[in-house]
Structures are given as C-alpha cells and as structure tokens.
C-alpha cells in the first residue's frame, strides 16, 4: 500500500536554530516528492519538487533532500524564524500522477 | 491576484441540510480538485476534474456531489451531510493534472455538521 509517513508529529524549537523534519514514503513506482508549507488556517504553499534525480534542492532557508534508494526525504530549516511556525507536508507523487500526502509536521518557532 | 477562493470560509449545519461550498479560481487553470483535511490522517481527494464538464472520483467521494460547468468555478455539493463530514474542506487548482503541476490552494473551509 502506497503510504507517506512523516516525523515528528510536531516539534518546538527556538527562534535561530535549525531543524530537520522526515518523510519516508512507500510509494511505487516513484514520480516526484514535493514539500507544502501549511500556515494555519490558510491553505498549503508548495516549497520544492524533487524527482528522482535529484538529490538536494534548496529554496532559501529550506533545504530539501531526497534519497530514492532508501525512499527518504528530509527538509531543513535553516536559522528559523518565528513566520517558519506552520505544518509542513510531504506528498509523494506516483507514476500515475496520483497524489500521497503525509499528516504533516508541526513546527513552532518559540522566540 | 492570482488566487483560489472558497465560500463560506466557517459553515456549521445540521444533518441532512442540503449544503454547497463554493470554489472559484482565476489563474484559468484547467485542473481543479477537492481534498478534505481531518487530524492525523493526511489530505484526501474527494473528487477532481480535468476540464470543463470532466470530473472523476478520488479517495473519498462518498456523500459528494461536483460539477464543472465553468473552468473557473467547481462548487462542492453535499446533498445529505452527515456528522462524520466535519472537517476542513480544501479546493486547489494547477495548470494540468500531472502532478509536476504545482497545485494552489484555497484558504479552507471548515465544515461542522451537528
């Protein structure tokens, strides 16, 4: 069964320092892995697509990083602020362009 | 602005109380779809269509009803709600149905059906 499952649930970090969140997923074949920024109350922002090629992509203090061979993917916050306080989803997309979302990570940024 | 709107943003109804929430998008995208977001669980497709006068089934499309009459508009339809329909209702729309399409979002709709 095509699954995405993120880690932690939710996390607390103070303002200026850095954190990883985790996504491994299930999902075959594998088409792509995008990362959303969910604010709350507002609806989900794409923040990168990776494909299976790609190992890191960057936007801002939001790196990403996928390993396809243990069908993992990271995304780190750099120096955070206290607007990086959201959920942030993993979706994984199959060869069929069926989407697979993950229940999300909940960060807050305490200054 | 280029933007996905949704109406009402709060609805709380009671059971069987026909009930629509609206979705309009004008980036004159051709793919628009409904998810629904409950705690724990990740987003879920209701239902998407891939133009004007196409739509299709996605996870959960029990008690849904849609239509696709316009490209910009693609109004979600309960025709009987029920309690286990409480949750927060998301319409998003993208250029194409591939998902290399970015998807944009609108800003949610919480529904509370009592």
């Known amino acids: 069964k095509n699954q995405v499952e993120q880690s932690p649930q939710s996390l607390i970090i103070l303002e200026g320092k850095n954190c990883t969140l985790q996504?491994?997923?299930?999902?075959?074949?594998?088409?792509?892995l995008r990362w959303y920024k969910q604010d709350t109350g507002r609806g989900p922002v794409s923040l990168t697509i990776?494909?299976?090629?790609?190992n890191t992509k960057s936007n801002g203090r939001y790196t990403a990083t996928l390993d396809a061979d243990t069908k993992q993917s990271s995304l780190h916050i750099t120096a955070s602020q206290l607007s990086d306080s959201a959920s942030y989803i993993c979706?994984?997309?199959?060869?069929?362009?069926?989407?697979?979302f993950g229940a999300g990570t909940r960060l807050a940024v305490h200054p | 602005e280029a933007q996905v709107t949704q109406n009402p943003r709060y609805l709380i109804t009671v059971t069987g109380k026909k009930l629509t929430v609206t979705c309009s998008q004008n980036?004159?995208?051709?793919?628009m779809s409904w998810y629904r977001q409950d705690p724990g669980l990740g987003l879920r497709q209701i239902y998407y269509?891939?133009?004007?006068?196409?739509?299709d089934k996605g996870d959960v499309p029990e008690g849904y009803k849609v239509s696709r009459k316009e490209k910009r508009n693609f109004p979600l339809i309960l025709e009987s709600p029920s309690p286990n329909q409480t949750s927060l209702y998301f319409c998003?729309?993208?250029?194409?149905?591939?998902?290399?399409?970015?998807?944009?979002f609108g800003p949610g709709t919480r529904l509370t059906v009592l």
């Open positions: 990776m494909t299976f090629s790609e």
């Open positions: 979706v994984v997309s199959d060869g069929y362009n069926k989407l697979i």
């Open positions: 996504c491994n997923y299930t999902v075959s074949p594998f088409s792509n």
């Open positions: 980036m004159n995208h051709e793919y």
């Open positions: 269509s891939m133009n004007v006068e196409v739509t």
């Open positions: 998003a729309s993208s250029r194409g149905g591939s998902s290399y399409n970015e998807q944009f």
